[in-house]
């Protein structure tokens, strides 16, 4: 059995540049500047990775936790209320499961917030969802895609990634997956595991299919 396995901000949704605003106002609120090189250096990453260089560029004069909570709160009203489907996102999901094949949400982001944009899709869409709640370690670390196929019953090495990040690349890569990478906002490393895209509307599941023929097995 192979499995579709899907990242979520930056590749089925248009997260990234209400993530930057998030980041610009709060780091505004203290006088601090938060650039988009600064957002590229978190691209992909756990909250934490986030917190961790907003507090150093701040001088550390909030108390731990704090920009974590604050980002929490200012994404998911942003999310609830502004959020974008990229275009043919969920076409590819839909021939996907029509198709046969299992697909997963595996996200870095908390639960909460993958719950807030998770309103955005048809309910039950995906047959198993991972955030970065439900794993030990996120991404780059491999284990939310390998927690993703355990759960689907399927083999990581029949199965292909969808990432826009270099650190969600990484992760699938590390699993054994086969990975096809959004370089959007990134440059994403050489490896014969990785095919490259555009946008999430340029592939369809007889490119899929093309590119993997083990996903026929099904």
């Known amino acids: 059995m192979s499995a579709i396995l899907f990242d979520m901000d930056g590749t089925l949704v248009d997260s ?29 990453g756990p909250r934490a990775k986030t917190e961790k260089m907003m507090q150093d560029k701040s001088g550390n004069q909030m108390p731990d936790g704090y920009f974590g909570d604050q980002l929490d709160n200012l994404m998911e009203q942003k999310l609830a209320s502004e959020l974008k489907i990229y275009d043919g996102a969920l076409d590819l999901v839909y021939e996907c499961k ?20 998770l309103q955005n899709f048809p309910k039950d869409l995906f047959d198993v969802v991972v955030s970065g709640d439900d794993v030990a370690r996120s991404k780059p670390d491999p284990e939310p895609y390998i927690k993703a196929a355990k759960a689907l019953s399927v083999e990581i090495t029949k199965s ?32 014969e595991n990785l095919r490259l895209i555009e946008t999430i509307g340029d592939l369809k599941l007889n490119k899929l299919l093309e590119w993997y023929p083990f996903l026929r097995g099904n």
């Open 16 to 44: 990234e540049p209400l993530w930057l605003q998030a980041e610009i106002e709060i780091m505004q609120e203290l006088g601090c500047i938060w650039t988009a090189e600064d957002q590229l250096a978190c691209l992909g």
């Open 98 to 117: 029509d198709f046969g094949l299992k697909v997963a949400l595996v996200t870095a982001s908390g639960s909460r917030l993958m719950n807030v944009v």
């Open 160 to 191: 292909v990634v969808i990432e826009d990040s270099v650190t969600g690349v990484t992760a699938g890569l590390a699993s054994g997956a086969q990975v096809i990478g959004i370089p959007h906002l990134v440059e994403l490393p050489v490896n």
